[in-house]
């Protein structure tokens, strides 16, 4: 049986899909480690939340964000085939924010996390993967090609990953809005940062 400490990074070196050795200070490495840091921060979420259908929802989500990584750690002289992410993906993660924002009463302000603990971790998994967002608009900007329906999709996913928090707080009956703490009036701002 072969061991995962192959030792083969202990001179802080990885390997692309495909072979392809590269540092691990990287910025395409440092893009789908935080992929994964959000597929686990949502594992978390997921292992907390009392709520069957949200859960259901994050872990078919996890099973994508493997797709997601794949794509980031495949370097284009790599592909082969259908890229993994497709828009049906991104719309299908827009189609659940729709729906989430149409129940009654459901949050459209800046939230305080932490009025409710899967909610709280939905927040930390919101916030991970918006520094996936970062992560891989610095991989483009520094001329790398990614699949274009990476950035989308986590763009969508953060919004979701929101929404999902607002819902179990509205549920539990309690809400973290910040007007409300603040006491103050007028325009909502964005919800999802």
């Given at each position: 049986?072969?061991?995962?400490?192959?030792?083969?990074?202990?001179?802080?070196?990885?390997?692309?899909?495909?072979?392809?050795?590269?540092?691990?200070?990287?910025?395409?490495?440092?893009?789908?480690?935080t992929v994964d840091e959000t597929n686990s921060a949502m594992g978390f979420a997921r292992s907390i939340c009392e709520d069957a259908d949200l859960r259901e929802r994050t872990k078919l989500i996890q099973r994508e964000l493997f797709k997601v990584g794949s794509a980031l750690a495949t370097p284009p002289e790599n592909r082969k085939g259908?890229?993994?992410?497709?828009?049906?993906?991104?719309?299908?993660?827009?189609?659940?924010?729709?729906q989430l924002e149409a129940i009654e009463g459901m949050l459209s302000d800046w939230s305080i996390p932490g009025e409710h603990p899967a909610a709280a971790a939905y927040d930390v998994a919101r916030t991970v993967c918006r520094r996936a967002e970062r992560c891989v608009v610095r991989l483009i900007d520094a001329g790398e090609i990614v699949d274009a329906n990476v950035l989308p999709y986590l763009n969508?996913?953060?919004?979701?990953?929101?929404?999902?928090?607002?819902?179990?707080?509205?549920?539990?009956g309690v809400s973290?809005?910040?007007?409300?703490?603040?006491?103050?009036?007028g325009p909502r701002w964005s919800r999802a940062w």
């Open positions: 049986m072969s061991s995962i400490a192959t030792k083969k990074g202990d001179g802080g070196q990885t390997s692309l899909t495909g072979g392809v050795r590269v540092s691990k200070a990287s910025i395409r490495v440092e893009a789908y480690g259908e890229p993994p992410l497709n828009p049906a993906m991104i719309d299908a993660l827009t189609n659940q924010v729709h969508r996913l953060s919004d979701l990953l929101w929404l999902f928090g607002r819902k179990l707080e509205l549920d539990a973290g809005s910040l007007r409300q703490a603040n006491r103050k009036t």
